[in-house]
């Protein structure tokens, strides 16, 4: 339910952004239209997920309820029970939606791989480590030229002239 929560708030404000987006006069189909419907998508199956998550805790209480188990709640144990990595990932994930635009495509992209890298996959390896600072530096590349010099799509540059980028 929690998660269904998550991805309801950033489909609005993702939607609220799309808004932003530039549009010329006389166009039937804005740029923003595909990242709307997809948006629209996540909202509708967040709230498919949150009443189906619902409905489930709904069915736990009654269970318990019929065997004679009274609920408390824990609060040692529900935290216990969290995923630590999840919110690790969910937390890098915001940090790298508000820093996208004033930081910049590159920086904000080579930071946030390699960060989530090291939350989903931590290791002490140094070998490991260059391996995925490297593959983190092909992959903001290759992003960078599918979508600036293939798509023609411009990218946040941040703080560093356009001539930085080839």
Not at 24 to 30: D, I, N, Q, S, Y
Not at 76 to 97: D, W, Y
Request: aromatic fraction near 12%; charge should be positive; include cysteine.
């Amino acid at each position: 339910m929690i998660f269904g929560c998550f991805l309801l708030v950033v489909s609005f404000l993702l939607y609220g952004e799309t808004k932003n987006f530039f549009a010329r006069p006389g166009l039937t189909a804005t740029p923003a239209l595909w990242p709307q419907i997809i948006l629209a998508l996540l909202a509708i199956l967040s709230v498919a997920l949150i009443i189906v998550s619902l409905k489930a805790y709904q069915k736990e209480i009654k269970e318990n309820k019929a065997k004679g188990i009274h609920a408390k709640i824990n609060i040692s144990a529900l935290l216990a029970s969290i995923n630590k990595k999840v919110v690790a990932g969910l937390t890098a994930t915001v940090a790298f939606i508000l820093v996208f635009r004033p930081l910049g495509f590159a920086i904000t992209s080579l930071i946030y791989f390699m960060v989530i890298t090291m939350i989903l996959e931590p290791t002490k390896d140094v070998k490991t480590i260059v391996f995925r600072v490297i593959q983190s530096l092909v992959l903001v590349v290759l992003i960078y030229l599918v979508f600036v010099r293939g798509l023609k799509v411009q990218l946040p540059l941040g703080p560093f002239p356009s001539h930085w980028f080839f």
